[in-house]
């Protein structure tokens, strides 16, 4: 395993030059998220914050920033064995003997993938039975925000009923000494356990990990179906399996994290979350969420408090994001056939806008893929969806967005679906988790050719500006809806734009087509 922990993925970084270490006095409200972003936008190095005032332990960011440091964390060979299992499953089911002989090293791959049961590990270095939450280094990156949170927490949980593992990143907005909040979002795993746990009016076991391989971090943000668990995915990223000791609460612990807090949710309780500055670069507002009461916190001697900044896209959740889908891109046309290629875009915050290259082999099989990305785990989040059949790299969303609007006819190739459960972060809808979802067909023949300059003698009222992002797409600046609800309809009715098949309204074209990551956002 080349990093069995987070200090040996430190080493590496130091030793290659990605490390800064911030020995300076510096304070977890505000100050370690400002430096963070500085560095991030930057391009720079990780960063090891050695003295931050009333803490205890360092704090670690940006370990994943740059898509270097994100590959370097997990690694060439699983991508290598994520597709060679594709092409062995599509090419030589059931395989020959020959197949398996030339495959051999996947078999050994397969049989170091798993959990591995000791004694004991570094994390129960301390063990503290009266814990005290405002020691740990827990970050206020906005300046609204409700409070510090800990913003990389590996959260463990276990189905009440059938015992089955998820680990999931929800973040915890630290209330008091030993009390955070629980942001279960919908469509999680950690949730659905304890909705059941709450029905029979019952407390859910919960260990929350900090730090430990990278490959665990990795995974516990990775979108796998719901009951693909979490733990092996990162024994797989990490090359061996995960060792785990036994703790002083419900579930074995990690050995290498860096730190355990290990308590339970209570049934029917809770308290309001947030304000929280988060990925989609605006603040998910107060609401009640669920508390995680803390009864225990283990560590490691020399432990280190791993965390991360969101905010407007790309921060470092971007490449973490984008390496993922590389990584499980491959695996899309078995579990969803039809579906040949997938991508979320990062710039968008993932959920809000995604587009695949599908199937059409009969009229309207498209709708059919399209449905069946939109039922699958944390797809069925995303809020807008492209869709079409031509060998298009959907990587390179202006050459999408032009396929798309090159082949599609809007009055009958643009579905809304309203009334539909939405992102828990989404506040476009009427009410939080509520809302509607798009889906854009662009298949078939070009039924167009997309003009590129826009010459117009006349443009409607209260227009400043338009600038051209794309072959089709127009982004036209007009008034904000308050001041002049009806210009929208005065602009789609317009002559000026007929052989536009799409425009889109800002209060700045040029700040919204600087890049295709302005546009996106």
């Not at 009923?161 to 955070?180: C, K």
């Amino acid at each position: 395993m080349e990093f069995p922990n987070l200090g040996s993925f430190l080493e590496a970084l130091r030793r290659s030059g990605q490390l800064a270490v911030v020995e300076c006095p510096v304070s977890a409200h505000l100050e370690v998220a400002e430096v963070h972003r500085r560095v991030i936008a930057a391009d720079g190095p990780a960063l090891l914050f050695t003295s931050v005032e009333g803490a205890e332990i360092p704090v670690a960011t940006n370990l994943f920033g740059t898509a270097e440091r994100a590959q370097l964390a997990f690694g060439r060979r699983p991508g290598e064995l994520v597709r060679r299992v594709v092409d062995m499953v599509q090419t030589s089911m059931p395989p020959s003997l020959g197949d398996v002989w030339r495959s051999r090293d996947l078999v050994g791959a397969a049989l170091k993938t798993g959990l591995r049961s000791v004694r004991t590990g570094p994390v129960l270095d301390v063990v503290d039975r009266r814990p005290d939450l405002g020691r740990l280094p827990a970050l206020t990156s906005w300046s609204e925000d409700g409070g510090p949170f800990v913003t990389l927490p590996l959260v463990y949980t276990e189905h009440p009923e059938t015992g089955g593992s998820n680990l999931g990143m929800y973040r915890l907005q630290i209330h008091d000494r030993a009390t955070t909040g629980m942001h279960w979002q919908i469509s999680k795993g950690g949730g659905f356990h304890h909705h059941i746990a709450e029905a029979s009016g019952e407390a859910l076991p919960v260990t929350v990990f900090l730090g430990g391989p990278p490959a665990l971090i990795l995974s516990a943000i990775a979108p796998l179906p719901e009951n693909v668990p979490e733990l092996m995915l990162a024994s797989l990223l990490a090359g061996g399996r995960l060792r785990r000791c036994p703790g002083p609460g419900a579930h074995a612990l990690i050995a290498e994290a860096e730190i355990a807090l290990i308590g339970r949710i209570p049934a029917g309780k809770r308290r309001p979350e947030g304000p929280f500055g988060d990925h989609y670069g605006y603040y998910s507002l107060e609401h009640p969420y669920p508390i995680f009461e803390v009864e225990a916190i283990t560590r490691r001697r020399d432990a280190v408090f791993p965390a991360t900044v969101v905010g407007k896209p790309r921060q470092e959740d971007f490449f973490i994001g984008d390496q993922l889908q590389e990584l499980l891109s491959p695996l899309f046309p078995l579990v969803m056939p039809g579906v040949r290629d997938l991508w979320s875009y990062g710039e968008t915050g993932y959920h809000a806008l995604g587009a695949a290259v599908v199937n059409e082999r009969y009229r309207r099989e498209a709708m059919a893929s399209a449905f069946r990305i939109l039922g699958e785990g944390q797809l069925s989040l995303t809020k807008f969806l492209l869709l079409t059949d031509r060998p298009v790299d959907l990587r390179d969303f202006k050459a999408t967005l032009e396929c798309v609007l090159e082949r599609t006819r809007p009055e009958t190739d643009l579905f809304i679906i309203s009334n539909v459960s939405m992102d828990t972060l989404d506040y476009s809808g009427p009410e939080v988790n509520l809302g509607s979802k798009g889906v854009w067909l662009g298949v078939g023949e070009k039924v167009r050719d997309l003009p590129w300059e826009f010459q117009a003698p006349e443009v409607p009222k209260g227009m400043s500006e338009a600038r051209v992002f794309c072959g089709g797409c127009l982004v036209i600046a007009g008034p904000c809806h308050e001041d002049d609800p009806e210009f929208a309809a005065r602009a789609a009715e317009h002559p000026a734009f007929e052989q536009w098949p799409l425009v889109v309204v800002v209060d700045d074209a040029a700040k919204a087509t600087a890049t295709t990551a302005a546009f996106l956002w």
